[in-house]
């Protein structure tokens, strides 16, 4: 089973700060990492496909890098509304696997 | 545009089988299809697959107790747990799956089960 290892598990943050959130495969993964956000009381969302890949719909303040084992999600100039927990993904292989989870509050 | 909705019994006694549906509604079901599920210690889990080919794959912590299938008349995908515990406490989701890559989107809201006697 792939772990992935996300950093950090908590940040406090303010409005208009660039954010980096980080996911670390145990194995190499190619470029098959997804990341999501997920509001309380809400399901997740997709915000970035195959490592790197926008989506419609999300803002483009959100961006996604790396391959292989290293990932990054940035938030540039994060909004009240990032507010979020933030989750990567790996579909290389069965079993498809999460990481713990980084959950962003305002300070 | 698609919309999910899962639902099932809420309450599971022990070593009973949890059956949950997800209903589809404004777009194709003739898609790949993954059910997952949260909890606050365990985080998120994927749960099991069923691809468009037919196919399925299952998560093997589950031990072979989950089987997903899909009812095209009725638009709807379905799960079921078999001898649960309280270790299957969880919020369940469906959640349409990317073909090419396996990402999961959209997501349902979710449904929460319960076990518990």
């Known amino acids: 089973e792939i772990i992935l290892t996300q950093s950090p598990d908590f940040q406090s943050v303010t409005p208009k700060e660039k954010v980096t959130i980080t996911c670390r495969a145990s194995?190499?993964?190619?470029?098959?990492l997804h990341w999501y956000q997920q509001k309380p009381g809400q399901s997740p969302r997709l915000l970035i496909k195959?490592?790197?890949q926008s989506l419609s719909g999300v803002p483009s303040r959100f961006s996604g890098s790396g391959s292989g084992t290293d990932f990054t999600l940035t938030i540039n100039t994060l909004e009240v509304e990032d507010v979020a927990t933030y989750f990567c993904?790996?579909?290389?292989?069965?079993?498809?696997?999460f990481g713990q989870g980084t959950k962003l509050e305002i300070k | 545009q698609l919309q999910l909705q899962e639902s099932g019994p809420g309450l599971v006694q022990p070593l009973e089988t949890l059956s949950l549906t997800c209903h589809i509604s404004g777009d194709s079901i003739s898609t790949s299809w993954g059910w997952l599920r949260q909890t606050p210690g365990k985080g998120l889990e994927w749960i099991g697959s069923?691809?468009?080919?037919?196919?399925?794959d299952y998560n093997p912590s589950l031990r072979g107790r989950a089987t997903i299938s899909i009812d095209t008349s009725k638009n709807q995908l379905s799960l079921r747990l078999n001898s649960v515990a309280a270790a299957d406490t969880a919020l369940y989701y469906c959640?349409?799956?990317?073909?090419?890559?396996?990402?999961?989107?959209?997501w349902g809201p979710g449904t929460l089960v319960t076990v518990s006697s």
């Open positions: 069923l691809y468009s080919s037919g196919g399925t």
């Open positions: 959640a349409r799956q990317g073909s090419a890559w396996f990402y999961f989107d959209p």
């Open positions: 194995q190499a993964i190619g470029r098959s």
């Open positions: 195959s490592a790197s």
């Open positions: 993904h790996q579909s290389t292989n069965v079993p498809y696997t």
